[in-house]
């Protein structure tokens, strides 16, 4: 059974620090490609940020220079890195395991920005 648990949220205050994991298992971890994406409420779900297999990173421009993204196989996990929190960075946000022939979501995690 694949499953894909993020932790790591929570609420904090404008200017702020969280760090996301998605652990995943049932899965060959190391040959997926991760994302994170998030879902804000009335909005669509976005791609905040993803990992390839190699470790090649891509960012939204929202935010670029905030948020790292990291992942270390031999945990099977997946990490986000948020600094600088915005309250536009509030949302529900979800990790994605990729490969070209199965998409795993997990089932998120709350990160709310208090202004």
């Known amino acids: 059974q694949v499953q894909l648990v993020e932790s790591g949220g929570g609420l904090v205050q404008t200017g702020g620090s969280l760090r996301l994991s998605c652990v995943g298992s049932?899965?060959?971890?190391?040959?997926?490609?991760m994302s994170w994406y998030r879902q804000a409420p009335g909005k669509q779900r976005e791609l905040v940020a993803n990992?390839?297999?190699?470790?090649?990173?891509n960012y939204i421009d929202s935010v670029k220079g905030r948020f790292t993204i990291s992942r270390d196989n031999a945990k099977d996990t997946v990490y986000l890195q948020m600094n600088s929190l915005k309250p536009e960075d509030t949302a529900v946000y979800y990790c994605?395991?990729?490969?070209?022939?199965?998409?795993?979501w997990g089932q998120g995690t709350q990160v709310t920005v208090s202004s």
């Open positions: 990992i390839s297999t190699d470790g090649d990173t």
């Open positions: 994605l395991a990729t490969n070209l022939w199965f998409n795993y």
């Open positions: 049932g899965i060959i971890f190391s040959i997926f490609r």
